[in-house]
C-alpha cells in the first residue's frame, strides 16, 4: 500500500524570495475593481443610451413643433396676401380722393382687419405721394407721411412684396410690422404707383408662441432672412435690437441649409446666452423664417429623471458586489492565515525533529566513545607493561593515535551535524555526499543490531531544499526503520533520479525531474488505517515516551517546503520503503 504525503496545493518552492509565506492572492484586486467597474460600465451604458434616446426623442418633437409653427406662419401669410388681394380689386381704377372720402371702403378694411383678429392688426391704403387715403383704425383717415418706412422704399426699388420691421405704427402708436405690395395702377396715371399695407400684431404671434413651446426657456422666434426680429416668444426687453443683424443672418442661413433630418446644432443665445436645439424652416417664399429653439438643460433635466432607476440599481449592484468580494476576501485572508501558521508550526517541528535526532544519534555516539576509550586504556596499560620494549611502545603509540583519529572524526561529524541547522535557509543540497555521510553516521549510531546499507549512485543532479531539513529528514526515517524492527536487521538507503511526465491525470507532483532518497526496512509495516494517519503531527503507535508522533509529519514540512513530497509504501509484516521526493534542479 502507498501513500503520499504531499501537500494538497501547489507549495511555495524553497529558494524563491519570500517563500516562507504564500504570496496575496492577488485575483482580489481584479474582483475589487470588477465590483466597482462593471456596475459603473452599466451605469456609463445606461447613461449613454438614454442620453441618445433624450436626444432622439427632442430632436423629433422639436421637428414636430417647428413644422407646426411654420404652417402657422403660412397661413397667417396667406390671410395678409388674401386681405391685400381684396383691397388691391377694392381700389382697382379709383382716384385717391375718391377713396379718401369712401366710407364703404373704410368699412372693407375694417370688416378685413377684424377677420384675422388677432394677428392682423391693421389694413391700409397710402396715395403716391406715400400719404395714407384710408385705413381699418379710423374714418377719415389722418393722411399720415409714410415715406420713412424701409418696406415702402424697398417697393420703390422693385419689390413685388415686402415685409417691414417692427416699428410703432403712426399715428395708433401700437408695435406693428406691414406686409407691403403696390396699389393697382390708376387709369391714364404716370409715375410712382399708391401701396397697399397690412400689418401683422407681433404681441398676438408671440401669445400663440407662448402657448405653443414645452418649457419657460424655450424659444420661438419669427424672423426675417437678414436677422430682423418680427416677433418671438419670450418678448424681448424693449432696448433690444430687433433690425437686420447680420450676425444672425449668417447662422440662420446655416440652419435653414441643414439637410432634413440632420442633428439640431446647439447654439447659445445672444439675449439670454441660454444654449439651445435650433431648428429652423422657411415660410414659404416668404423672405421670413420660423425658429424653434429647445433649452438643453431641459434635455439634461429629462436624462437625471430617467438615470435616476439605473443609478441607484448600479449603486445597489456595486454595494452588492463589495459586500460579496469583503467576504470572499475575509475567507481568503483567514485560508491563508491557517496556511502561513500551518507553515510555521511545520518550520518548528523541523527544529524540534532535528534536535530529536541528534539525541537519537548521542546514545550511538556514546557507546561508541566508550569503545574508543577502552581501546586507549588498553593501550597504556600496555605501554606500562612493555616500556622496555621500544618497538612495542611505538606499535601501542600507533594504535592510541589512530583511536584518538576515530575519536576526532566521530565529534567532529557529530558537530557538524548539530551546527547543520544553522544552513536552513540553505536552497539546494548534493544529495549524494549528504546521504553517504549519513549513512557512515547512522551505521555507528542506530545500535549494534541494526547495520546500514547504501545503493548511492557517484552523481545525481543538485536537488531543492536544505541540507540541515534533509539530513534530519533522513534520521527520522531511519529511525523509523529501526523502531519497526525490533530485534535488529538492515536499513537500506537508497537514491535515484525519477521524471514525472507532462499532465498526468490525478499526479500529486508538478512534472519534471526529481532525486529520490529512500529508506526501507523489512520491519512490521503499517496497516491502512495507520497508513492513512502516518504525517498527522502527533500520531504515534508508540509507547508512552518512545513516539513523539513529530517524526513523519517534520519530514512532510520540509519536502512540501522544498516543493517535493513524502511517499510511504508500506504492507504489514512486509516492510516499509519510505521516499523523499525533492525537485532537481537544472
Ligand atoms: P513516532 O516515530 O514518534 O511514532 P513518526 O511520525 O515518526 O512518529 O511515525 C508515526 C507512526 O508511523 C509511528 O508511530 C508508526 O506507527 C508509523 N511508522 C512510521 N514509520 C514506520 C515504519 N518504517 N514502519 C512501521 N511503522 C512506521
Ligand atoms: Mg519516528
Redesign the pocket.
Known amino acids: 500500500m502507498r501513500i503520499a504525503l504531499n501537500p494538497d496545493r501547489p507549495g511555495p518552492r524553497l529558494g524563491t524570495p519570500g517563500s516562507k509565506r504564500p504570496s496575496r492572492p492577488r485575483g482580489f484586486v481584479l474582483l475589487w475593481l470588477a465590483a466597482l467597474l462593471l456596475p459603473a460600465l452599466g451605469v456609463i451604458g445606461t447613461g449613454l443610451t438614454t442620453w441618445s434616446d433624450v436626444r432622439r426623442d427632442a430632436e423629433a418633437r422639436l421637428e414636430r413643433n417647428a413644422e407646426m409653427l411654420r404652417q402657422h406662419a403660412l397661413r397667417a401669410f396667406a390671410t395678409q396676401e388674401a386681405i391685400l388681394a381684396a383691397i388691391s380689386r377694392a381700389s382697382t381704377g379709383r382716384d385717391w380722393e375718391a377713396m379718401r372720402q369712401d366710407a364703404e371702403l373704410h368699412g372693407l378694411l375694417a370688416e378685413l382687419t377684424a377677420a384675422g383678429q388677432p394677428v392682423v392688426r391693421g389694413v391700409l391704403v397710402a396715395d403716391d405721394q406715400d400719404r395714407v387715403v384710408s385705413a381699418s383704425y379710423e374714418f377719415p383717415a389722418r393722411p399720415t407721411d409714410l415715406s420713412d418706412r424701409s418696406y415702402l422704399r424697398e417697393l420703390r426699388a422693385g419689390a413685388g412684396q415686402t415685409v417691414g420691421e417692427v416699428l410703432v405704427a403712426r399715428p395708433m402708436g401700437w408695435p406693428a410690422f406691414g406686409i407691403a405690395r403696390s396699389a393697382p395702377p390708376r387709369p391714364g396715371a404716370e409715375g410712382p404707383r399708391g401701396t397697399l399695407v397690412t400689418s401683422f400684431n407681433p404681441d398676438a404671434l408671440a401669445a400663440f408662441y407662448a402657448s405653443v413651446v414645452e418649457g419657460p426657456q424655450d424659444v420661438v422666434t419669427l424672423a426675417r432672412l437678414d436677422g430682423a426680429i418680427l416677433a418671438r416668444h419670450p418678448v424681448l426687453p424693449p432696448n433690444a435690437p430687433t433690425g437686420p443683424r447680420p450676425e444672425a443672418a449668417a447662422p440662420l442661413a446655416q440652419l435653414l441649409g441643414l439637410p432634413r433630418g440632420a442633428p439640431p446644432p446647439v447654439l447659445a443665445s445672444p439675449f439670454d446666452g441660454t444654449r439651445r436645439l435650433f431648428v429652423a424652416k422657411r415660410v414659404g417664399e416668404w423672405p421670413v423664417a420660423i425658429l424653434y429653439g429647445l433649452d438643453q438643460r431641459a434635455l439634461v433635466a429629462a436624462w437625471r429623471r430617467r438615470m435616476a432607476a439605473p443609478l441607484a440599481s448600479g449603486l445597489a449592484a456595486a454595494g452588492l458586489l463589495l459586500v460579496l468580494t469583503a467576504i470572499a476576501a475575509r475567507g481568503a485572508r483567514e485560508q491563508q492565515l491557517a496556511a502561513e501558521r500551518r507553515m510555521e508550526a511545520e518550520a518548528r517541528l523541523a527544529g524540534a525533529s532535528r534536535a530529536a535526532a541528534i539525541g537519537l544519534l548521542a546514545a550511538g555516539l556514546a557507546h561508541d566513545v566508550k569503545n574508543l576509550v577502552q581501546a586507549v586504556r588498553s593501550g597504556t596499560r600496555l605501554m606500562e607493561s612493555r616500556a622496555e620494549d621500544p618497538a612495542e611502545v611505538r606499535r601501542c603509540a600507533g594504535l592510541l593515535a589512530a583511536s584518538a583519529e576515530r575519536g576526532r572524526q566521530l565529534v567532529d561529524g557529530m558537530l557538524a551535524f548539530a551546527h547543520g541547522g544553522a544552513e536552513l535557509e540553505a536552497t539546494e543540497l548534493d544529495v549524494a555526499p549528504a546521504l553517504r555521510e549519513l549513512a557512515e553516521l547512522l551505521n555507528r549510531t542506530l545500535g549494534s543490531g541494526w547495520q546500514v546499507k547504501a545503493e548511492i549512485p557517484p552523481e545525481l543532479p543538485r536537488a531543492r531544499g536544505d541540507r540541515a531539513g534533509f539530513e534530519a529528514a533522513v534520521v527520522?526515517l531511519a529511525?523509523?526503520a529501526r523502531?519497526a524492527m525490533p530485534r535488529g536487521g538492515r536499513v537500506e538507503i537508497a537514491a535515484w533520479v525519477a521524471t514525472v511526465p507532462e499532465a498526468p491525470g490525478g499526479e500529486d507532483l508538478q512534472p519534471g525531474r526529481y532525486v529520490v532518497a529512500a529508506v526501507r526496512d523489512r520491519g512490521i509495516g503499517m496497516d491502512a488505517a495507520t497508513l492513512a494517519r502516518i504525517g498527522e503531527p502527533f500520531f504515534t503507535t508508540k509507547g508512552v515516551g518512545l513516539?513523539?508522533g513529530l517524526?513523519?509529519a517534520s519530514v512532510r514540512g520540509f519536502c512540501e517546503r522544498a516543493g517535493g513530497v513524502l511517499r510511504v509504501d508500506s504492507e504489514p509484516g512486509r516492510g516499509t520503503t519510505a521516499a523523499i521526493w525533492l525537485p532537481a534542479v537544472g
Request: hydrophobic share 25%; proline share 0%; charged share 10%.
Open positions: 527520522n529511525a523509523n523502531d513516539g513523539t517524526g513523519l
